[in-house]
Nanobody
Framework: QVQLVESGGGLVQAGGSLRLSCAVS????????VGWFRQAPGAEREFLAA????????SYADSVKGRFTISRDNAQNTVNLQMNSLKPDDTATYYC???????????????WGQGTQVTVSS
């Protein structure tokens, strides 16, 4: 059993920054990997980044390399996503998800949070 709760979404101007946090609880084996995804209205769910909580090894989508950074704070049982240089097309609902494989495909993730809204204005 794994529970995930996202926080930190909100309104931000283009060029600004935002830090999202995912609080993770439950079986550590089933949440060995935590990833961030987003989904805009009418669009497919898009992989952003993932991290292995034990080692800190990361994986990023090419579209966000250099702007987004994923990290983990195991003492707080959180996984964070630092988002810089935000653009209006970053507007979406952002989700964290847990699984056991460091991958980009949503099917590899078995548990999902409720989502947090990020809106970037011009």
């Amino acid at each position: 059993q794994v529970q995930l709760v996202e926080s930190g979404g909100g309104l931000v101007q283009a060029g600004g920054s935002l830090r999202l946090s995912c609080a993770v609880s439950g079986r550590t084996f089933s949440s060995a990997v935590v990833g961030w995804f987003r989904q805009a209205p009418g669009a497919e769910r898009e992989f952003l980044a993932a991290i292995r909580r034990s080692s800190g090894v990361t994986s990023y989508a090419d579209s966000v390399k250099g702007r987004f950074t994923i990290s983990r704070d195991n003492a707080q049982n959180t996984v964070n996503l630092q988002m810089n240089s935000l653009k209006p097309d970053d507007t979406a609902t952002y989700y964290c998800a847990a699984g056991t494989t460091l991958g980009m495909t949503p099917d590899w993730y078995n548990y999902w949070g409720q989502g947090t809204q990020v809106t970037v204005s011009s």
